[in-house]
């Protein structure tokens, strides 16, 4: 059977196909598959990806003399840090000053009288934004601490099992940390773990040091005896630098921990001098803590003062950290909230604008990582985006032949789920 035949045969069969992309050299498992294909400057080298049944069957690079493709491949994305049940709340909890204290105060009176048809709405929207715009997997902080908690704790149950075949999702309860030593945090606590979702929790300037420790000590035995993680909102100020992250780490030296800890934020920590941050950086690496950086609201929210414009902003140091081994990536936070009011759940999106924050460059391994293969590892999943033989077919084909275009423009973009592109999904869904 000649070349042709075969692909025809492979674009035939069901959850197969083909394509001739570029592709980011950084996300291709094994470099035998590609040795002496050309790279260009910004990284991305012309593949043959072939696929059937869902898996990815060839990679190959293509010569020199054939015709540089004009799609950039990407793996579809995972979003490692959303609230999916407040977003587009913006319109009945608006927060036009933009400070952190405004967004809680209105997060709580909104959290309050949301009804049941407003969180469906809220997630629901959410993910059919994310499922277009090529995401894969989220992780979702819940507000858990109120009447309504295991009523929506149903609700998100519902939720899961309808997407599960398109989108991977997974739940933080997000609780004022001493609830976790309720009878009330207990119970919610053992079904958190039941469903393999992740204790949550906020420490943020002013807190009693004394409390904190006694408190997260508390989640961190809970979370052991439960064998369930945990994902903290951690140091999301201007002030006292990484105080939270340091009562963490006191704890860890006290608490044997064998669950997986994410920092959520870490923004502080950003503002300390170069020692402190490589100390704390190496002993967060020995206690394989690992990181969530959120520079859109973090731009947004912190530091803010009437008519003075923040210089040095809080952020978590992505780079630094990444230096010491510790596992970073970038997530999008809130969506149309009264914490941030813009944003969609585009990964492209979330790229373009924080890339120029963070100074992370896309065509460097460790600037793409916290997008891709990092966000990935933080909700441990499978597969870490990296394309080889036998890993899925889940991708984000762009319209467009360089980064540099790609987050200037924002391409047209087709997306493949388990094979198959999602656009022909919708059309058969349809026909029948
Ligand atoms: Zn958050």
């Known amino acids: 059977m000649n070349l042709a035949n075969n692909i025809e045969l492979i674009a035939s069969s069901p959850k197969s196909g083909h394509l001739d992309v570029l592709v980011p ?8 598959d590609v040795l002496g294909t050309s790279i260009d400057k910004e990284g991305l080298s012309p593949i043959q990806v072939e696929w059937r049944d869902g898996t990815i069957t060839s990679i190959e690079g293509l010569k020199q003399t054939s015709k540089l493709p004009e799609e950039i491949l990407l793996p579809r994305f995972t979003e490692p840090h959303a609230h999916l049940d407040k ?8 927060n036009l000053k933009g400070t952190y204290q405004e ?13 049941r048809d407003e969180l469906i709405f809220s997630v629901e929207k959410s993910l059919n934004l994310a499922l277009v715009n090529g995401v894969r997997a989220i992780r979702s902080h819940i507000d858990s601490f109120g009447k309504t908690a295991m009523r929506d704790w149903d609700v998100l149950d519902d939720v899961r099992k309808k997407w599960q075949e398109k989108i991977f999702l997974e739940f933080v309860a997000l609780v004022p940390l001493e609830f976790w030593q309720t009878d009330e945090g207990e119970l919610l606590a053992q079904r958190v773990a039941s469903n393999g979702d992740l204790l949550g929790g906020v420490i943020a300037p002013p807190f009693n040091k004394r409390k904190t420790f006694h408190s997260l000590s508390h989640l961190v035995q809970l979370a052991n005896k439960l064998n369930c993680d945990i994902d903290l909102h951690i140091d999301e100020s201007q002030t006292c630098f990484a105080g939270g992250l340091k009562i963490l780490l006191e704890v860890l030296d006290q608490v044997k921990n064998d669950i997986s800890i994410t920092c959520s934020h870490l923004s502080s920590m950003g503002l300390l001098g170069d020692k402190a941050i490589s100390n704390l950086a190496e002993k967060m690496a020995k206690n394989k803590l690992k990181v969530v950086a959120l520079p859109l609201t973090n731009s947004w929210l912190l530091g803010r003062k009437d008519r003075t414009t923040l210089i040095k902003r809080p952020l978590a140091p992505i780079f630094q950290l990444q230096k010491a081994g510790v596992v970073v990536s970038v997530g999008g936070d809130n969506v149309n909230d009264a914490w941030f009011p813009l944003s969609n ?21 460790l600037g793409l990582s916290p997008f891709t ?5 933080v909700l441990s999943l499978q597969w870490d985006g990296i394309f080889q033989k036998g890993s899925p077919a889940d991708f984000v084909v762009l319209d467009s032949n360089s980064w540099v275009k790609t987050l200037s423009e924002n391409p047209q973009r087709r997306v493949v789920v388990n094979g198959e592109f999602l656009n022909e999904l919708t059309k058969t869904k349809n026909q029948h």
């Not at 967004?103 to 009804?115: I, M, V």
């Not at 759940?345 to 391994?365: C, E, G, K, T, V």
Request: net charge positive.
């Open 25 to 32: 050299r950084c996300l291709i498992g094994n470099g035998q």
């Open 87 to 94: 977003a587009f709340s913006w319109s009945r909890s608006s």
């Open 103 to 115: 967004a809680l105060a209105a997060n709580l009176s909104e959290y309050k009288l949301r009804s």
């Open 345 to 365: 759940f585009d990964p492209i999106n979330l790229m373009a604008f924080s890339m120029p924050i963070a100074h992370l460059s896309p065509w460097d391994r």
């Open 373 to 377: 293969s990092s966000a990935a590892h």
